[in-house]
């Protein structure tokens, strides 16, 4: 790992099984020497996101630890530091783990390799541009992903790209204004869609207050 970035070690417990987790210390961490965020988009103030705990992406692999995973491909989106990924592997799901920080990869193969876990596909992605040798997925997964006002059409273009009538969908989000647009478009699209709304007393010790948006049942829209 770079040593001009300062990180820590965190442990983290799902289901009986402790995961040690590399992250940034704080929100003040940046590292772009040969400007390849900067070419992405990705400005100073958010390029220390993706290697941050934040709420959401400590209760999405708590709920991988305990949901159905069956033999089925598994995508993960904007894995960040991979904890979600990591968890799904040591369960010996098929899961490809993505994101559109450069950075990403790196931190998630140290965290595999940190847990024992060998390897975790991981593939840099971006939304806007479609990839079809992707495929479809069984399932689908990620955390605090709406960020810009063009993010709800993005990602629900994406994953109406990647989805199969069987296919399940679960994104927690931290209660952003774009959550109740994406779901709608995600109907739009012809998804079915739930949602949980979160408190402490549910998800003891994440501090999450978020929603849990769920979709299924999707039906291509004519």
Request: hydrophobic share 40%.
């Given at each position: 790992?770079?040593?001009?970035?300062?990180?820590?070690?965190?442990?983290?417990?799902?289901?009986?099984?402790?995961?040690?987790?590399?992250?940034?210390?704080?929100?003040?961490?940046?590292?772009?020497?040969?400007?390849?965020?900067?070419?992405?988009?990705?400005?100073?103030?958010?390029?220390?996101?993706?290697?941050?705990?934040?709420?959401?992406?400590?209760?999405?692999?708590?709920?991988?630890?305990?949901?159905?995973?069956?033999e089925?491909?598994?995508?993960?989106?904007?894995?960040?530091?991979?904890?979600?990924?990591?968890?799904?592997?040591?369960?010996?799901?098929?899961?490809?783990?993505?994101?559109?920080?450069?950075?990403?990869?790196?931190?998630?193969?140290?965290?595999?390799?940190?847990?024992?876990?060998?390897?975790?596909?991981?593939?840099?992605?971006d939304?806007?541009?479609?990839?079809?040798?992707?495929?479809?997925?069984?399932?689908?997964?990620?955390?605090?992903?709406?960020?810009?006002?063009?993010?709800?059409?993005?990602?629900?273009?994406?994953?109406?790209?990647?989805?199969?009538?069987?296919?399940?969908?679960?994104?927690?989000?931290?209660?952003?204004?774009?959550?109740?647009?994406f779901?709608?478009?995600?109907?739009?699209?012809?998804?079915?869609?739930?949602?949980?709304?979160?408190t402490?007393?549910?998800?003891?010790?994440?501090?999450?207050?978020?929603v849990?948006?769920?979709?299924?049942?999707?039906?291509?829209?004519?």
């Amino acid at each position: 790992m770079n040593s001009l970035l300062q990180t820590r070690i965190d442990t983290h417990h799902f289901e009986g099984v402790d995961f040690r987790i590399r992250c940034l210390v704080d929100g003040n961490q940046f590292d772009d020497p040969d400007g390849i965020a900067e070419a992405l988009g990705i400005s100073p103030a958010s390029w220390p996101f993706f290697g941050m705990l934040w709420p959401s992406g400590r209760l999405l692999p708590d709920l991988v630890s305990r949901e159905a995973l069956g033999e089925g491909r598994i995508l993960e989106l904007g894995c960040g530091l991979g904890m979600a990924s990591l968890v799904a592997n040591a369960r010996g799901a098929d899961i490809l783990a993505t994101d559109y920080h450069p950075r990403a990869e790196a931190f998630l193969h140290d965290n595999s390799s940190r847990n024992a876990l060998g390897d975790t596909p991981f593939q840099r992605l971006d939304w806007s541009v479609p990839d079809h040798s992707l495929g479809l997925f069984d399932l689908i997964i990620g955390s605090d992903l709406l960020y810009e006002p063009n993010h709800p059409e993005l990602l629900s273009g994406f994953l109406a790209r990647h989805s199969h009538a069987g296919t399940r969908v679960i994104i927690v989000d931290p209660k952003r204004r774009l959550h109740a647009k994406f779901r709608q478009r995600m109907e739009a699209h012809g998804f079915d869609s739930s949602s949980e709304a979160g408190t402490p007393a549910q998800w003891t010790g994440f501090g999450f207050k978020g929603v849990v948006q769920r979709f299924s049942g999707f039906r291509p829209s004519a």
